[in-house]
């Protein structure tokens, strides 16, 4: 199974972007997905979550600026991201719970990263 970001770049503070992750391979399920970031010298954390339901969870740093979605018909995720700050620059990652079709157990799989700056 691979997990790998698209649209990361560069914005001035206050615009938009929208990030991508296609999980391909041998999937059976996808369950939870999630995205996180990794700001140079700080730890990885949490930023957002979606279930195979569509229920969503945010940190409160970008509640009302970021939504986060799925295609469960393409095992693809996104991240809508409004409103940029500088402190949102960061590496994100995508995270997934999949099920195999070898043993239909779910493993967590993690992308490559995305970079994200946001800078005058």
């Known amino acids: 199974v691979q997990l790998v970001e698209s649209g990361g770049g560069l914005v001035q503070p206050g615009g938009s972007l929208t990030l991508s992750c296609a999980a391909s391979?041998?999937?059976?399920?996808?369950?939870?997905m999630a995205w996180y970031r990794q700001a140079q010298g700080k730890e990885r954390e949490l930023v957002a979550t979606i279930g195979s339901g569509d229920s969503a969870n945010y940190a409160d740093s970008v509640k009302g600026r970021f939504t986060i979605s799925r295609d469960n018909a393409k095992n693809t995720m996104y991240l809508q991201m409004n409103s940029l700050k500088p402190e949102d620059t960061a590496v994100y990652y995508c995270?997934?719970?999949?099920?195999?079709?070898?043993?239909?157990?779910?493993?967590?799989?993690w992308g490559q990263g995305t970079q994200v700056t946001v800078s005058s």
């Open positions: 391979g041998s999937i059976f399920s996808v369950n939870v």
């Open positions: 995270n997934a719970r999949v099920a195999t079709t070898a043993s239909l157990i779910f493993f967590r799989f």
